[in-house]
């Protein structure tokens, strides 16, 4: 099997980033390139919500620097990607037009639904063993400019999901408010972080540890970066943690970034991240932290390779998004949902009466009459229904029936394009109290904005 090019592009909120993949179905992936700008968009934007003209020029200046190099990797299959950024700018709808008109390039606008997905997926490309780690309480940690997401899964399903208004731009513009005006800003900037993140274990995990972290993105594998002397590879623990908080918590980014040989922008993202990891491991109590240096672009050559087939995934986590996106705790997929649903049968008069007018009436008795699942099967196998009325043959085909959905107790169903959805409307104790304690977190939250 032949070698595929493809390059995956993120318009992030403090840097622009290119990858370039060779993907093989034998052999997996490989990166060939990694092409990285610099920048501070989301640092304006995430506070005037606008993405300034400047701004747009040099997004399309770096845009069609990264198109020149994919040329010359003849690479004629990408995908261009723009996050919460330009996603959150009230001009968004602008700034994109303004993008494909002067580069020609299609930005795609995840949701944080659909970016988490493909960080999800990123993690596929990593040696480590996923389904092993996540069969205990473990939960996957992405720090983001924006906002911090984090996932919880259990026996290899994700059970909640949630995001934290607490991205690393965000708090180092926090820090940056107070530092000057606050003796000691860092026990200001750790009880910030600290009050979303007790919201979040009174809210969600309650009295349930979590056993390990995943931890993913860029931000993990800068921190990595700091203790070269302790030679870690794949895993963390919260001393070690704690070890590099101490040894950065009064050092400025400057100094960081020329020790370390880290970029400014990434040297002033440290003391946040390092501080959400410290305060969740402490609020988790979890014992691992796997480091999964994966990113967007990571996900992306997996997602292409996935669906042109050249791929099979180990876990595909398209179920656990979907329950995250619809809000409901599990997703089955079925092609019989005779359990949930049944169907009712009613003639189609301007047919069924020219053709048996006299046995009209005794055509509706028998229809009201049959079994809704076996009278469904019996016209999908052979395309009619056959009985008889007054003892003559009634035959009739799809077109001379009105057919609806009867829902079942408990369930609320909808179909389209023989495609049926049911919701399961049962409400249990624990629901019930999950539901109270939601809408408790969400009213603090909306008076805390105001």
């Known amino acids: 099997m032949g070698i595929s090019p493809y390059a995956a592009i993120v318009i992030g909120s403090k840097n622009m980033l290119m990858k370039v993949y060779e993907i093989s179905g034998g052999k997996g992936f490989r990166t060939v390139d990694e092409i990285r700008y610099e920048y501070e968009l989301g640092k304006e934007a995430y506070f005037t919500r606008k993405i300034t003209f400047a701004q747009i020029e040099e997004i399309c200046n770096v845009l069609m620097e990264f198109q020149q190099r994919m040329r010359e990797y003849a690479i004629t299959e990408f995908r261009c990607y723009a996050t919460s950024a330009i996603r959150n700018a009230k001009n968004q709808v602008s700034v994109l037009n303004q993008i494909k008109i002067r580069t020609g390039v299609d930005v795609i606008m995840l949701s944080n639904s659909e970016l988490r997905f493909l960080m999800y997926k990123g993690i596929q490309v990593l040696d480590i063993d996923f389904n092993k780690i996540i069969e205990k309480n473990t939960a996957i940690l992405d720090i983001g400019s924006g906002s911090v997401q984090v996932s919880l899964f259990d026996k290899q399903a994700l059970y909640m999901t949630q995001n934290l208004d607490i991205g690393t731009v965000k708090v180092r513009g926090f820090l ?26 009174s809210g969600y995990l309650k009295d349930k540890d979590i056993k390990n972290v995943i931890a993913i993105g860029d931000e993990i594998k800068n921190i990595n970066r700091l203790i070269p002397e302790l030679h870690l590879t794949d895993t963390m623990s ?29 040297a002033r993202m440290v003391l946040p991240s390092v501080l959400i990891y ?20 990571d996900g992306s050559v997996v997602d292409y390779a996935q669906e042109t087939k050249k791929i099979k995934l180990s876990h595909d986590f398209y179920q656990d998004i979907v329950a995250d996106e619809l809000n409901v705790k599990n997703v089955k997929f079925t092609d019989d949902v005779r359990d949930f649903t049944s ?8 047919t069924v009466g020219p053709k048996y007018g006299k046995l009209l009436g005794g055509i509706k008795n028998v229809l009201s009459g049959l079994d809704g699942n076996a009278a469904m099967d019996e016209l999908n ?27 079942m107790e408990g ?3 909808e179909d389209d394009n023989g495609i049926t ?17 939601r809408e408790i977190i969400s009213k603090i939250q909306t008076m805390r904005k105001e």
């Open 176 to 201: 940056e408010s107070v530092e000057n005006n606050v003796l000691d800003y860092i026990s200001v900037l750790e009880e910030y972080i600290q009050y979303e993140f007790d919201m979040f274990k």
């Open 238 to 266: 919260y001393e070690q943690i704690l070890y590099i908080y101490k040894k950065i918590k009064k050092a400025s980014y400057q100094d960081i970034a020329l020790k370390y040989g880290l970029s400014i922008e990434d």
């Open 278 to 297: 410290k305060t969740f491991l402490e609020r988790s109590k979890a014992d691992t932290v796997y480091i999964c240096a994966t990113n967007l672009c």
């Open 343 to 350: 169907y009712s049968f009613k003639p189609q008069l301007k």
């Open 381 to 407: 196998a052979n395309g009619c229904l056959r009985f008889e009325v007054n003892g003559e043959e009634v035959v009739l085909n799809r077109e001379d029936l009105l057919i609806d959905t009867a829902q």
């Open 411 to 413: 369930y609320v169903s």
């Open 421 to 437: 959805v049911v919701l399961d409307t049962n409400l249990s104790p624990e629901l019930l109290e999950e539901g109270f304690v």
